[in-house]
Nanobody, 115 residues
């Protein structure tokens, strides 16, 4: 059974930083293209970033230049470093494989950007 558990969210002022973590069990982050997604209040879930098996990265235009996706194969964990955070980054953040599988969604971690 595959499980993904996100953590690291919180309340941060605009311009601040957060490093989100996604601990994965039941599959290997090294053998999957992994993605981060987010869902803001009243909006559909959207893709944020992806990391391929060979280490290539892609980012949504809304976060490009401000976010970095990475993984630790030994810990089987995926990270999303977010800098220069904006109020519009406020959302619940999820990790999943890319493209996402419905059975892999976890609870997510809340990120709130507010002064």
């Amino acid at each position: 059974q595959v499980q993904l558990e996100e953590s690291g969210g919180g309340l941060v002022q605009p311009g601040g930083s957060l490093n989100l973590s996604c601990a994965v069990s039941g599959t290997s982050v090294r053998l999957n293209t992994m993605g981060w997604y987010r869902q803001a209040p009243g909006k559909q879930r959207e893709w944020v970033a992806a990391l391929t098996t060979i280490g290539s990265t892609n980012y949504a235009d809304s976060v490009k230049g401000r976010c970095t996706i990475s993984r630790d194969n030994a810990k089987n964990t995926v990270y999303l470093q977010m800098n220069s955070l904006k109020p519009e980054d406020t959302a619940v953040y999820f990790c999943n494989v890319w493209p996402p599988l419905s059975t892999y969604w976890g609870q997510g971690t809340q990120v709130t950007i507010s002064s």
